[in-house]
Nanobody, 131 residues
């Protein structure tokens, strides 16, 4: 059973930075995608960023491009989300998720931010951007 544990959330002022970590265990192969999603109060869950475990292919939602960076440390089975230039609209509970990666996304060196692609979810960590 694959398990995911997020950490690193907190309160930060606008323009500040945070780094989220997702510690994973239970991988049975490298053909997984790990993603970060977020959900703000009263809003639908939104895919933020993803990374392919085997090739490091990444993807970002438009609103975080240039501000957020996803990376992975395979030796530690940990994925990071570095968040810079944070805005109040980034306030949400952030979830780490993982799922089996499709052959098409592997061949195209891409990853998807559809929640339906992910089978395993962490408990979430709160990120609050406020002055």
């Amino acid at each position: 059973q694959l398990q995911l544990v997020e950490s690193g959330g907190g309160l930060v002022q606008p323009g500040g930075s945070l780094r989220l970590s997702c510690a994973a265990s239970g991988f049975t192969s490298n053909n997984y995608v790990i993603g970060w999603f977020r959900q703000a109060p009263g809003k639908e869950r939104e895919g933020v960023s993803c990374i392919g475990r085997s090739d490091g292919a990444t993807g970002y939602t438009e609103s975080v491009k240039g501000r957020f960076t996803i990376s992975g440390d395979v030796t530690k089975n940990t994925v990071y989300l570095q968040m810079n230039s944070l805005k109040p609209e980034d306030t949400a509970v952030y979830y780490c998720a993982a799922g089996r990666r499709s052959l098409i996304t592997i061949a195209r060196r891409m990853c998807l931010l559809r929640a339906s692609e992910y089978d395993y979810w962490g408990q979430g960590t709160q990120v609050t951007v406020s002055s």
